[in-house]
């Protein structure tokens, strides 16, 4: 029985640390003249299931809601692996270090990696809401 929930114990590290969800805090402009919402999504190579509903509901948000402004380029999403050149350049000027999914407007910065993290997967509407509001918030 010990070894059952050492191995459980264990397998529930391994998986949280591998999933590492943490973002800098102070985000620098990119192009502080630019009137688009950007939303980018920085990822790994390696993904977890929590991961790819974070990119998977942000994109349905933005189809659902936004589809006129995507067109029109007022509304913009970028998937980003950090492990390839262009992730690591643009993570590089928005000072971001692993898994985010960040809003930008100008100087405006709104990281939403914990909501995602902790909403997409499990809790879609609640996610849904947050990005939503955030969005509404910086049109």
């Known amino acids: 029985m ?3 929930r050492l191995a459980l114990m264990t397998l529930v590290a391994v998986s949280l640390s591998a999933c590492n969800a943490q973002a800098s805090q102070e985000q620098k402009a990119v192009d502080a003249d630019n009137d688009e919402v950007q939303l980018y999504y920085f990822h790994f190579t390696k993904r977890c299931a929590t991961c ?10 933005l189809e ?7 067109k029109d380029g007022t509304i913009a999403f970028t998937s980003l692996n950090l492990e390839e ?7 590089k000027a928005l000072n971001v270090s692993g898994q985010t999914l960040l809003l930008v ?12 993290f902790m ?3 499990t809790k879609a ?13 910086l049109l």
């Open 105 to 116: 407007k100008g100087d405006d910065r709104v990281n939403l990696t914990n909501d995602g």
């Open 119 to 121: 909403n997409a997967r």
């Open 2 to 4: 010990k070894t059952i």
């Open 125 to 137: 509407d609640k996610f849904h809401e947050i990005l939503k509001r955030n969005i509404d918030n």
């Open 64 to 70: 659902m809601f936004y589809g006129d402004q995507v």
């Open 85 to 91: 050149d262009d992730g690591k350049e643009l993570a």
């Open 52 to 61: 790819n509903a974070v990119e998977t509901e942000t994109q349905l948000v």
